[in-house]
């Protein structure tokens, strides 16, 4: 098909996708077996050498494919808008090849029964913790994602599978009500789908704590904040600012400080999906591009940005496998992989001696970037007061983090040694396009406004 | 497809299953510059089946249940996932619940907007373009636009069969604006099911004059102030007053709120009171439909009256495991409105103070449904005192949900937005602001 419509078009490309897996949860009074939305469907690509057009579809009929396709094509070479120059698009190099992530224990030939027991167990370790636990929800879940990327010079196809484990819990005083979660997404079989019992029991102290924390006065505080906290910030400082496909539509403030001083000069960041065991890594994009690594800043300063095919085409600008759809019935946008900063000098408890009076984050949320403004918000559940380098036992809650990007990355101090992925969390493009991508970092010491 | 569906499970002899056929025809258009980036088309057609299955445990009866979906290219698979989901439903003991039964009366809402058609998105793109050559200092920087239709059919084992047919149209605009100094941007985002509703001329100005006004704007001040609220900070804002109405978080002992107890500041209030209720009917919401997840017909259900807790929100499901009267799921939150005009809101004078803050966009506004708890970055503000109106962004506004609606005056002007039917402004008279 893809070589049939080349002959009236200067490009074009299939894509099959498909996921299919479980996901049980359990709590105290119910519990779910369902399987993990899976989805099936082929997106076939048109160039026009103008711009695209896509046709998304879940039905594998033959003489329909074909006739849908006939129609795109047809309006894709009525589009052509004679007064404009065409370009090409460049298909990459050669390659057919096969990709498997590694696993143990593959999900899929693990009985169910046996993953609802490893649930109930860190159900029941979450409900003895306190008497303050009204319930918790015990999360056990796998997706496969099976893809199949065809153009003129690729015939490549993977298959990954992710496990994961999450836990959250619920507390109340009676007057007061309280939750945490915690947990791991790695892109791994059964054999991770396991949170410690002192894991369990540090977060139900953790969310017994929460019962009794204050607001916190707003100002510019001295912070330590966590891997997740850290990764966060990472994602929104200049994960989503780094995106090519908005300096496409000129509104991102980081293309013009490529090759500049944007953070303290210990700070590294890096996109890599080429780590294929985080829940972020893949071994190529929904474009066919093959996965690396991608410095975004070195040594402080901004390298380079993470591109989709249309963006990479119409700037001309390096490809990088950042090319990602929410399914195979949504457009490809560049996207965020695995997003971290990378390992400083510090180990976590010299960073959190170093601070005379400050606050420790833990407990992150979410956050939303604004690559215009540069403006960031990370939220979070935990701070924690330090006092003459020590952590005490007051802790303020929500907590909100805002401010101008360059100032936040300018004021890092120190970098951990200690650089963790958890793998949770979801990304969305704005409000919508949500995909499964990963964030992380060592332990960092930075100022900043929070309330 | 769906006969083959029904007929397997009828063969399987369970206590009760439940099938809803789903297909979605989508047109997208992606616009970069004001230039057309891509088009796109998207047909999708899918079953979500539920399968419910009792046995006796220990002298009792308990439910097990699995859902599993199929697309065309899995129902060659249905028998072996019949099969996998029955394993799976043998291991959950739940407690038992019944299916609607067939015989159900629906409302008439309108959902699907006969206007649309191929030539839509075409014209909007044309739209948005004219709309943005109107405006001084702006321009395109990205307009997304999206038009679905879907077909819904819902069936169970005890007969029940509906169908349902809409439409929504979304769009995400983002402008870019330049007074003095940096240029700044603006994202609009709407989503609706009528063209009619559609005003994307008017929405432009307003995104228009916000992004021109975002290039001059400061920080706010930092300690207590009176906020109003309108626009998009009001789409999140009743989100953890649902969940302490919710018979399935009540059930799942996540919260723990008796029917009749005050839910804001426990008698305390001393401004306008809360009435909510979930609206299913209301013409144009994103949240009306005929049926609900379950085949129940979807209507208007007082939830709060006063601040008092007065209904659980329950499906069928929640509403036998508490005894309680089924209210279907959610459909539109609607908020009544107050007494106070929407332009004596906007005036500090009104309350008794020196500045007031208006905000019109937060980053993104998630009040914990738990705790309601909130914290958000303010992305178009206003900070308003007897010195003039100067535009504010960056910094953040937090509070605790039940303590800020305790003392609120809401508008007597109501706004329909995408879900919710609620005042157009809520005028908090004290939270906090993290700025200069």
């Known amino acids: 098909m893809v070589q049939s419509l080349e002959k009236k078009l200067p490009y074009a490309s299939a894509l099959y996708k498909k996921s299919s897996g479980t996901h049980l949860s359990v709590n105290r009074v119910q519990e779910n077996v369902e399987q993990v939305d899976p989805s099936e469907g082929i997106v076939f690509t048109l160039w026009n050498g103008q711009s695209f057009f896509e046709s998304s579809f879940d039905d594998f009929n033959w003489a329909a494919i074909k006739a849908r396709l006939e129609d795109l094509a047809g309006l894709a070479l009525c589009a052509v808008d004679p007064s404009k120059p065409k370009t090409d698009i460049d298909p990459g190099p050669p390659i057919k090849k096969d990709f498997y992530s590694a696993l143990v224990l593959d999900p899929a030939k693990v009985p169910v029964e046996k993953k609802l027991n490893r649930a109930r167990e860190h159900l029941r370790s979450a409900l003895v913790a306190d008497p303050a636990v009204t319930n918790a929800i015990s999360i056990i879940g796998d997706v496969t994602n099976e893809d199949l990327f065809v153009n003129r010079n690729k015939v490549i196809s993977q298959v990954v599978t992710r496990t994961d484990a999450v836990m959250a819990v619920y507390l109340s005083d009676g007057e007061r009500n309280s939750e945490v979660h915690e947990g791991l997404s790695k892109n791994a079989g059964f054999e991770v789908a396991q949170i410690p019992e002192d894991k369990i029991k540090k977060l139900v102290q953790d969310g017994k704590a929460l019962l009794r924390a204050e607001r916190l006065k707003p100002g510019i505080y001295d912070v330590v904040v966590d891997p997740d906290w850290a990764g966060i910030i990472a994602h929104e400082c200049f994960g989503h600012g780094m995106e090519t496909d908005l300096y496409v539509r000129e509104r991102a403030l980081s293309r013009r400080y490529i090759g500049k001083i944007i953070a303290s000069d210990i700070v590294n960041m890096f996109d890599d999906p080429s780590l294929i065991r985080e829940a972020g890594g893949f071994f190529f994009d929904d474009e066919g591009e093959l996965s690396s690594s991608t410095q975004v800043i070195k040594d402080g300063i901004l390298m380079r940005g993470l591109t989709d095919l249309a963006s990479a085409h119409k700037l001309k600008l390096a490809r990088s496998a950042n090319g990602r759809r929410e399914s195979f019935s949504r457009k490809a946008y560049a996207r965020m992989t695995n997003t971290f900063f990378s390992d400083g000098g510090s180990s976590p408890a010299d960073i959190i001696a170093s601070v005379d009076d400050g606050l420790y984050l833990k407990h992150a949320t979410n956050g939303m970037e604004d690559p215009q403004g540069w403006g960031i918000q990370v939220e979070g559940l935990w701070a924690q007061e330090i006092k003459g380098g020590k952590l005490t036992d007051k802790v303020y809650s929500p907590v909100i983090m805002t401010g101008f990007v360059p100032d936040l990355l300018k004021s890092i101090s120190m970098v951990g040694s200690d650089c963790f992925i958890s793998g949770l969390g979801m990304c969305g493009k704005g409000h919508k396009e949500w995909i499964k991508n990963t964030t992380g970092g060592p332990h960092l010491r930075l100022k900043a406004r929070l309330a | ?436």
Request: proline share 4%; with cysteine.
């Open chain 2, 1 to 436: 497809m769906l006969d083959q569906i029904k007929s397997s499970l009828d063969k399987r002899n369970l206590f009760g299953w439940q099938i809803i056929e789903v297909e979605k025809n989508s047109r997208q258009s992606f616009l970069a510059l004001g230039e057309r980036e891509c088009s796109r088309h998207v047909h999708t057609l899918h079953y979500d089946v539920s399968i419910y299955a009792v046995r006796e445990e220990g002298g009792k009866k308990v439910l097990g249940t699995a859902v599993f979906k199929l697309g065309p290219e899995s129902l060659s698979r249905l028998e072996k996932t019949l099969d996998e989901a029955l394993y799976s439903a043998g291991l959950v003991s739940n407690q038992v619940f019944e299916l609607p039964e067939a015989g159900q009366v629906y409302p008439a809402v309108e959902m699907l907007d006969p206007a649309l058609n191929e030539k839509t998105l075409e014209e909007c793109e044309e739209r948005a373009r004219a709309a943005v050559a109107k405006e001084k200092g702006v321009r395109l920087s990205s307009a997304e636009f999206f038009t679905d239709r879907i077909k819904t059919r819902i069936l169970n084992s005890k007969g029940l069969d509906a169908a349902q047919e809409g439409s929504i149209l979304e769009w995400e605009i983002i402008l870019l604006a330049k007074n003095s100094g940096e240029e700044r941007e603006f994202i609009s985002r709407f989503k609706r099911r009528f063209l009619s509703d559609f005003n994307l001329e008017k929405e432009i100005q307003k995104s228009a004059a916000l992004a021109r006004d975002a290039g001059r704007a400061k920080l706010p001040k930092t300690g207590e102030f009176a906020v109003l609220f309108s626009g998009e900070p009001l789409d999140r804002l009743f989100e953890p007053l649902i969940a302490w109405s919710s018979a399935r978080l009540k059930y799942n002992q996540i919260v723990d709120k008796k029917l009749g107890s005050n839910l804001i500041g426990a008698g305390k209030a001393a401004g306008d009171s809360i009435s909510l209720w979930s609206n299913g009917i209301l013409k144009g919401g994103l949240g009306s439909s005929r049926f609900d997840s379950f085949g129940t017909p979807m209507g208007r259900v007082l939830l709060i009256q006063n601040n008092i807790l007065k209904n659980y929100l329950a499906n069928k499901q929640y509403a036998d495991y508490l005894k309680v009267p089924v209210t279907g799921d959610l459909g539109n939150i609607e908020a009544g409105p107050g007494s106070t005009p929407f332009g004596l809101l906007s005036d500090p004078g009104l309350i008794g103070e020196k500045v007031l803050y208006h905000i019109q966009a937060f980053s993104a506004f998630e009040p914990n449904p738990i705790t309601g708890a909130f914290s958000a970055e303010i992305r178009a503000g206003y900070e308003i005192s007897a010195g003039g109106i100067q535009p504010v962004k960056g910094g953040s506004v937090s509070g605790v949900l039940q303590t800020a609606l305790a003392n609120c005056l809401l508008s007597k002007e109501t706004v329909m937005r995408e879900r919710i039917l609620a005042p157009q402004g809520i005028l908090f008279k004290k939270l906090t602001l993290a700025g200069a």
